[in-house]
C-alpha cells in the first residue's frame, strides 16, 4: 500500500528539483545572453600638452617602447577652440568633456551662455559610477571640465563648490586649500563629510575607505613635479581606484590626467617632460592591463593640444637620451594622437574636431 504512495512523492519530488533546476539553468542562460549588452566602463585618459613629440621622447628614453604600442586604434583630434586657432586646457576639456567648443578660459559653459553636461555627469544618469584622478589640483581646467560650469578658470574657490555639491564618486588630486582655506571661510571638507564623503590624506587610508564617495586630497597647493618627489605615482592611484571601481559591480568612467606633460612644456624642460610622460605612461600600461583582464572596458588615451611647439633635434637610442627645441612657451595648434583600446574602441580611428570625443564616447556607452 505505501510503497506506491512513496513512489508518487518521490517522483513528484524529482520532477520539482528539474524543474527549479531548470529554471536556475535558464536563468543563468539568459544572464550570460545579456552579457555583451553590459554597458562599458570608460578609462578616459588625458595627457595634458602631450603631443606625438612629447610621445616620441618619453618612448625613446625608455628603451624604444611605450604602453602606447599595445592600442588597437589611433586617430587624430582637431584641437582648435570657438574663437582662437590656439586653444587652451579649458575651452579643449569642455570640448571634449562636454562637447562643445568654447571660448579659451571657459570651463563647462558653451560660446552661447548655455550650461553643458559632461559625458561623466551623462554617465551618472545612465547609473555608472565615476572618478577623476590628476597630477594638479583637482579644480584645475582639465578635471573641472568634467564637474563644473564657469565663465573663467580661475575661479578654483567655485570650482571647489561645484565640486562639494557634486555626484562624483572618487576624485584624486591636490589643491585641498581651495576646500578649506577660502576667502568666504567656509570649510567644504567638513561639508563635505557632513554629506557622507569619506576625505584622505594617504593612499594607505584611500585604499582601506570603504565608501561611496571618497576623495584624496594628494597636496594642498598644486603638487610637485614627479622629478622633485611626488608621491606617490600615477599609476599606483589608478590601480587602487580600478580596484574599488570594480567592486562596486556598476559600469564606471573615469577621467585620468598626467597634467604635468604641460607644465613641462610651458617650462621648455625635455626632463621635466620625459619624467611626467614615463609617470603616465606607466598608468596606460595598467589600464590596459585591467581593460584585458576586463573585457567590457574601452581605453582612450589623448591630449587636449600640444605645448611647447615641440621638436627632437639630436639623441642616442641606446643612452635613452634625447634633447630639443621649442617655438614657444605656450601651446601650439597641431593636431594630436588619439588612442583607443577594447570595448568599441573602433569608433575612434579617423580625423575629427575635438569635440566628436563626447559624441564617440556617448555613442561607446549607448546612446
Ligand atoms: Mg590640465
Ligand atoms: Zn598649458
Redesign the pocket.
Known amino acids: 500500500m505505501c510503497n506506491p504512495f512513496i513512489a508518487f512523492f518521490v517522483v513528484c519530488f524529482i520532477n520539482l528539483i528539474s524543474l527549479l533546476n531548470l529554471s536556475a539553468q535558464d536563468q543563468q542562460y539568459s544572464k550570460s545572453l545579456h552579457i555583451d549588452d553590459k554597458p562599458p566602463n570608460v578609462i578616459f585618459m588625458i595627457g595634458?600638452?602631450m603631443g606625438l613629440t612629447h610621445i616620441t621622447a618619453g618612448m625613446y628614453s625608455q628603451k624604444n617602447t611605450t604602453a602606447l604600442e599595445k592600442m588597437e586604434f589611433i586617430g587624430l583630434q582637431k584641437t582648435h577652440s570657438h574663437n582662437q586657432l590656439i586653444t587652451?586646457?579649458a575651452a579643449s576639456g569642455t570640448a571634449m568633456a562636454c562637447g562643445q567648443k568654447t571660448y579659451n578660459g571657459v570651463i563647462g559653459i558653451g560660446p552661447q551662455n548655455e550650461q553643458l553636461e559632461s559625458i561623466l555627469e551623462y554617465c551618472i544618469k545612465k547609473d555608472y559610477n565615476t572618478a577623476l584622478i590628476a597630477t594638479s589640483s583637482i579644480v584645475h581646467a582639465t578635471p573641472a571640465s568634467f564637474y563644473a560650469n564657469v565663465t573663467s578658470r580661475r575661479e578654483y574657490e567655485n570650482i571647489a563648490l561645484q565640486l562639494r555639491y557634486h555626484d562624483v564618486n572618487y576624485f584624486i588630486g591636490g589643491g585641498q586649500k581651495h576646500f578649506n582655506r577660502r576667502d568666504d571661510k567656509r570649510n567644504l571638507l567638513t561639508e563635505m563629510e557632513d554629506d557622507g564623503y569619506i576625505l584622505v590624506n594617504n593612499l594607505s587610508d584611500y585604499v582601506d575607505a570603504n565608501n561611496e564617495k571618497l576623495g584624496y586630497f594628494t597636496y594642498s597647493d598644486e603638487p610637485p613635479r614627479i622629478n622633485e618627489g611626488r608621491k606617490p605615482q600615477l599609476e599606483e592611484l589608478v590601480s587602487a581606484t580600478l580596484e574599488k571601481l570594480e567592486n562596486t559591480k556598476k559600469p564606471f568612467f573615469v577621467m585620468i590626467e598626467g597634467s604635468q606633460i604641460?607644465w613641462g612644456?610651458?617650462a621648455n624642460d625635455v626632463p621635466y617632460i620625459i619624467s611626467e610622460f614615463k609617470d603616465f605612461d606607466k598608468a596606460i600600461e595598467s589600464s590596459l592591463e585591467f581593460a584585458k583582464d576586463n573585457g567590457n572596458t574601452l581605453v582612450l588615451v589623448t591630449a587636449d593640444h600640444e605645448?611647447g611647439g615641440f621638436a627632437i633635434e639630436k639623441g642616442n637610442l641606446k643612452r635613452g637620451s634625447v634633447s630639443g627645441d621649442f617655438t614657444t612657451i605656450g601651446?601650439s595648434g597641431s593636431m594630436v594622437p588619439v588612442f583607443s583600446y577594447g570595448k568599441n574602441a573602433d569608433l575612434f580611428k579617423g580625423i575629427y574636431e575635438n569635440t566628436a570625443i563626447f559624441d564617440k564616447l556617448k555613442t561607446a556607452v549607448g546612446e
Open positions: 595634458d600638452g587652451d586646457s604641460d612644456g610651458h605645448t601651446h
